[in-house]
């Protein structure tokens, strides 16, 4: 992996294929042109989605982790949402891939497990993070109040 993510589009770029992969089941493809495709886009998907959840794990101080997250769980959920669809359609393409049904059943299980996993670490960065200090009406007002000095 380089040294450098560029997480915007890597978020981008996975959610554009994962709908792609949607309207791809959602229309009557022959299979014997897109089956494998599809199968090898659904495998990219999930490899690619477990590097960055580990990027982003692996690296404690990654500027602005906490918007990388809340991408990379839209983005997980995007995928759920496409396998549950890919396990329950009955197309000619979800047809002929029923040969890995029982991978997707197995990957849908493990994207679900890391949905939770990743609202988890949203939740503990929130928390850890400190509240913006703000300053009181009563502070503003002696900050704004012009100050009258003493003639001698």
Same mark, same amino acid.
């Given at each position: 992996? &380089?040294?450098?993510?560029?997480y915007? +589009?890597?978020?981008? #770029?996975?959610? @554009?294929? /994962?709908?792609a992969?949607?309207?791809? %089941?959602s !229309?009557?493809?022959d299979?014997e042109?897109?089956?494998?495709?599809?199968?090898? +886009? /659904?495998?990219?998907?999930d490899? =690619? !989605?477990? *590097?960055?959840?580990?990027s982003?794990?692996?690296?404690?101080?990654?500027?602005? *982790? !906490? @918007?990388y %997250?809340?991408?990379?769980?839209?983005?997980?959920?995007?995928f759920?949402d496409c396998l549950?669809?890919?396990?329950q359609?009955e197309?000619?393409?979800?047809?002929a891939l029923? =040969?890995?049904? &029982?991978?997707?059943l197995?990957l849908?299980t493990t994207?679900? #497990?890391? !949905? =939770?996993?990743i609202q988890? &670490? /949203?939740d503990?960065?929130?928390?850890?993070?400190?509240?913006?200090e703000?300053?009181?009406?009563?502070? #503003?007002?002696?900050l %704004?109040?012009p100050? /009258?000095?003493?003639i001698?």
């Amino acid at each position: 992996m &380089s040294l450098q993510v560029n997480y915007d +589009d890597d978020f981008f #770029y996975l959610s @554009t294929l /994962i709908k792609a992969v949607n309207w791809a %089941l959602s !229309l009557e493809l022959d299979p014997e042109f897109f089956a494998a495709k599809v199968h090898g +886009d /659904i495998i990219f998907l999930d490899k =690619t !989605l477990s *590097k960055l959840d580990m990027s982003l794990g692996d690296h404690g101080m990654v500027h602005g *982790k !906490l @918007t990388y %997250l809340r991408a990379l769980l839209r983005t997980e959920r995007l995928f759920v949402d496409c396998l549950s669809g890919l396990t329950q359609s009955e197309n000619a393409l979800s047809t002929a891939l029923l =040969t890995h049904q &029982s991978a997707y059943l197995d990957l849908l299980t493990t994207h679900r #497990y890391r !949905l =939770t996993a990743i609202q988890d &670490s /949203i939740d503990d960065m929130r928390e850890e993070q400190p509240e913006e200090e703000s300053i009181s009406e009563a502070e #503003y007002r002696v900050l %704004l109040e012009p100050k /009258i000095e003493e003639i001698e």
